[in-house]
């Protein structure tokens, strides 16, 4: 490959990189022509951009973004990059797709990932990070939980109006 072809690569993959904030690494080495298509029908149904790259060409385009060095040891063997706009999307993706497969390293595994600014190294972290919530999840519960006293004081403050507009009624309608 010339130095000008790996240039274009490594400028597309930072665009990637930049238009989606999260990204997984992954390994899909010997998934067969059938299994393949099927995960890559099932990320385009989930919003995430499955691209494979070369390890040296990923890396360049990492440094150039900044991200921590610490994933770049993930940066070996076969890799596909799973870049998504939803943090825990592809980790979900991940067990559903392997949820069957009873071999002793299911593919794709998770090599490494880079959620909410932060790096995960090895599969054993894909169960926290199909649980984790995403930033607007999380905004939307706290915002969820601030509107709740203030429902339950505007319930009862009707609630005791509709009972003292009663009792007012009732005195007012007795003979004296």
Known sequence: MKKEDKNL???SLEEQLTQFPHFYITNIEGLNAEKTSDLRRQCFKKDIKL??????????ALENKGVDAQIFEAL?????????ATGNAPAKLIKEFTKGDKSECPKPYLKAAYVEETVYVGAQNLDFLATIKSKNELIADLVALLQSPAKNVVSALQSGAGTLHGV????????E
């Open 51 to 60: 691209v494979v790259a070369k390890n040296t060409l990923l890396q360049k």
């Open 168 to 175: 007012l009624q009732t005195l007012g309608e007795r003979a």
């Open 76 to 84: 070996k063997g076969n890799t596909a990059l799973m870049l998504t």
């Open 9 to 11: 690569v490594i400028a």
